[in-house]
């Protein structure tokens, strides 16, 4: 589990490719302190394993389904990654919760600078997503925990704005339109999602005292 909230920038070092199977030898500083093999590190918000470090750096596989699904697929040698290492219990927790199980990938249609912020709108490949993304809701873009401005099923946009320091510490300062972000939606929405579904299955004589829309919007929930 992770909380979004970016550790460092890593650079790409080396990308074994076997068909849809990669290796990538990332370096890194920060996130090496107390690394050991085994250890999951979000690399642009991708939850990878580690199978071998060094002082300079750490190697992590990336298997087809990975391949597939995420934006690790384009990467080249020099890029800048977003670097986190699994959150600790008892540590503070700024960001939101964060499993590095990304959804989908979507596309940089906008950048726009205003006042001391940069929006970005953000297209998901997949609309399907934007069920789950509200305003005011949290988000995950290449690993950062963002705050969703606005979701416009009509469009098929998502907008978020991010502080100076954000766009400094994060490799979104190099993205620009046409620019490929993984895409991890709230937990929460999902969950909910499910467990409605698995109610309709559900005989009506067992869904009597179960789980129920007016149950999750009167403890805030929708």
Do not use: W
Request: proline fraction near 4%; include cysteine.
């Amino acid at each position: 589990m992770f909380t979004g909230l970016i550790e460092e920038m890593g650079i790409l070092r080396s990308v074994q490719r076997q068909g849809e199977a990669m290796i990538l030898g990332i370096s890194a500083s920060k996130v090496l302190e107390d690394v050991k093999r085994g250890d999951s590190i979000a690399v642009n918000g991708v939850c990878l394993t580690v199978v071998e470090f060094d002082r300079g750096g750490f190697a992590v596989d990336v298997m087809p389904e990975t391949y597939r699904h995420t934006n690790l697929r384009e990467l080249k040698p020099g890029a800048p990654l977003n670097l986190e290492r699994a959150m600790q219990a008892g540590g503070r927790f700024g960001g939101h919760l964060v499993q590095g199980h990304v959804d989908g990938t979507g596309t940089i249609r906008t950048r726009t600078n205003e006042a001391n912020a940069v929006v970005f709108a953000v297209e998901p490949d997949d609309p399907a997503l934007l069920r789950y993304v509200i305003p005011q809701g949290s988000i995950t873009l290449d690993g950062i925990s963002l705050t969703v401005v606005s979701a416009d099923r009509g469009s098929g946009l998502i907008t978020v704005s991010i502080i100076p320091h954000t766009l400094r510490e994060t490799v979104l300062q190099h993205k620009q339109p046409g620019a490929s972000l993984n895409i991890e939606c709230d937990i929460l929405g999902k969950y909910v999602e499910h467990l409605l579904g698995l109610r309709d299955q559900a005989p009506s004589a067992r869904r009597a005292g179960g789980l129920t829309e007016s149950i999750l919007r009167d403890n805030g929930f929708m």
